[in-house]
């Protein structure tokens, strides 16, 4: 055989050889298009719900107020999420949302039975000291004015002025157990508390003031002070 026909033949087999392994590299390359979402209850009643993404319910049990579901991993994209009641499949409120790639969102059902209304969120859990706890503030109930969140007995306030629907960026706070007071911005008024709370290092958290301040009946919750962890 001649040289340069035997070269022509290493060549080919060199081209296809790379060609194999660049294929089975690529099969065990890992997708960077997953998007991360949890969906939480804290519309202000007594009602509990079932929750629908594309058509399939992702809670084990029926969420209560302040219950959530912790992140399910999809494709990113856009989905229908859709909320029942727990022992119904048709729709109290449905929603279109957008997941971003390689990122974690939360969802949270909002508003009173009749009128129920959604935020969207996306969660940053990075960590920039592992003996830090971190928490963010939402004002999520409907009738409130602008609140503060303060630690009890202290003078400066960890987040102000955030009127419903407002959220804050997660702040770094020392791991440990708290009395957390929301008060009104405009007056100073304590209007909910969170007693003994403890948040461990390293943990993300959602402090939601929540609750109706002028509840209808019975079956609407008054303003409260809950602490959710992100999980």
């Known amino acids: 055989m001649k040289k340069s026909t035997l070269k022509s033949f290493k060549f080919l087999a060199l081209i296809l050889t790379c060609f194999i392994a660049i294929s089975a590299c690529k099969k065990d390359e890992v997708s960077t298009t997953i998007s991360y979402l949890r969906t939480v209850n804290a519309s202000p009643t007594l009602a509990t719900y079932n929750v629908y993404l594309n058509g399939s319910v992702i809670n084990s049990a029926a969420l209560p107020y302040a219950g959530s579901v912790a992140y399910t991993a999809r494709e990113a994209g856009s989905y229908s999420l859709k909320f029942t009641t727990?022992?119904?499949s048709e729709s109290l409120f449905t929603k279109s949302?957008?997941?971003?790639?390689?990122a974690y969102q939360s969802f949270y059902?909002?508003?009173?039975?009749?009128?129920?209304?959604?935020?969207a969120l996306t969660d940053d859990l990075s960590i920039s000291a592992t003996d830090k706890a971190y928490i963010r503030f939402i004002n999520l109930s409907p009738d409130a004015p602008?609140?503060?969140l303060i630690k009890n007995g202290t003078t400066t306030a960890l987040f102000?002025?955030?009127a419903?629907?407002?959220?804050t960026a997660f702040t770094q706070v020392d791991a440990g157990s708290y009395v957390l007071d929301a008060k009104e911005t405009a007056s100073g008024t304590v209007k909910a508390s969170l007693t003994g709370f403890t948040f461990i290092a390293g943990y993300h958290y959602d402090i939601i003031y929540g609750g109706l301040v002028t509840p209808a009946d019975d079956s609407q919750r008054p303003v409260n002070l809950q602490a959710v962890l992100i999980k």
Not at 97 to 102: E, G, I, K, Q
Not at 164 to 167: D, M
């Open 160 to 162: 102000t002025n955030k």
């Open 97 to 102: 949302v957008t997941l971003s790639p390689n």
């Open 109 to 119: 059902l909002i508003n009173k039975s009749g009128s129920l209304d959604g935020l």
């Open 146 to 148: 602008a609140m503060d």
């Open 164 to 167: 419903y629907k407002a959220a």
């Open 86 to 88: 727990a022992s119904s």
